[in-house]
């Protein structure tokens, strides 16, 4: 009787390397999209930084508001409306003191400044105090287009929670800690006009408050590295899959000889 030259494990097996093959192909081309992605955001980072200083006022132009652009601003800070925002700095919780400022006394104009972080305290009673200095200041930073947000895993797919106190400032008691801050949820729960845009405040750090803000990732190398892995991975499945076919059509060709 003729054997059989391809049974069941051989084509489960064959099916195998062949979807391997297209899936390490298709991960080291997403790799190489993301590799993509973080020299634009190296590119938009240098862009903006290589831009002259912007000055911040309320006739500011839409388009002179970019990413990582170095900008000053001169006005009254509102500590009473401060409010804190749960961050980690290198492992260790805390937060992000975030101040608006008024650009002029009389109007309501402002822009959210980020001034800094510091560690957590174990009671509400150990809350460190930032003191404002008094009369019109000038503070120096990079722009954010909003207050980098930290993702909750909590809220996917449900009911935003409420955050904000209903008004700002609180006539008493602690400040106000929030997981994320929107500018135009603050705005409507302070009165205030706000400036579409954040300052991250720079500089050396100041009163404990330090100014070592998040960068995204753009190392593109990484990435690199990663696809020629998923592409040496698929080679590798295609040789053995080459292979796999070859043994099989000289097989048959013997038996064919044979017989």
């Known amino acids: 009787m003729k054997r059989k030259l391809i049974n069941w494990k051989t084509v489960t097996m064959l099916i195998l390397l062949a979807l391997l093959t297209v899936i390490f192909v298709s991960l080291g081309r997403w790799q190489l999209h993301r590799a993509d992605e973080r020299r634009v955001i190296a590119q938009r980072i240098e862009s903006g930084r290589a831009l002259p200083p912007l000055t911040i006022d309320k006739h500011i132009?839409?388009?002179?508001?970019?990413?990582?652009?170095?900008?000053?601003?001169?006005?009254?800070?509102?500590?009473?409306?401060s409010v804190l925002l749960n961050r980690n700095q290198n492992g260790r919780p805390g937060y992000w003191l975030a101040t608006p400022m008024l650009l002029q006394e009389g109007s309501r104009e402002a822009v959210m400044v980020l001034r800094g972080w510091f560690p957590q305290v174990l009671t509400p009673d150990a809350m460190p105090e930032f003191p404002l200095p008094?009369?019109?200041?000038?503070?120096?930073?990079?722009?954010?287009l909003r207050v980098p947000?930290?993702?909750?895993?909590?809220?996917?797919?449900?009911?935003?929670?409420?955050?904000?106190?209903?008004?700002?400032?609180q006539s008493s008691g602690?400040?106000?800690?929030?997981?994320?801050?929107?500018?135009a949820e603050f705005a409507k729960v302070s009165g205030l006009h706000m400036l579409p845009l954040v300052l991250m405040q720079t500089g050396p750090s100041e009163q404990g408050l330090v100014r070592d803000w998040p960068h995204p990732s753009i190392d593109?190398?990484?990435?690199?590295?990663?696809?020629?892995?998923?592409?040496?991975?698929?080679?590798?499945?295609?040789?053995?899959?080459?292979?796999?076919?070859?043994?099989?059509?000289?097989?048959?060709?013997?038996?064919?000889s044979s017989s």
Request: charged residues 15%; aromatic residues 10%; positive net charge.
């Open 61 to 81: 132009r839409s388009s002179d508001i970019v990413q990582w652009r170095p900008a000053t601003v001169a006005g009254h800070w509102l500590g009473a409306f």
């Open 220 to 256: 593109a190398d990484t990435n690199t590295g990663y696809a020629i892995q998923w592409f040496a991975f698929a080679a590798i499945a295609a040789l053995a899959l080459l292979i796999s076919l070859i043994r099989l059509r000289l097989k048959s060709t013997k038996e064919t």
């Open 174 to 183: 602690p400040l106000p800690q929030v997981q994320n801050l929107d500018l």
């Open 134 to 144: 008094e009369g019109r200041q000038t503070v120096s930073g990079d722009i954010a």
């Open 149 to 169: 947000r930290l993702f909750e895993l909590w809220n996917f797919g449900a009911k935003p929670v409420a955050q904000l106190p209903q008004q700002i400032p």
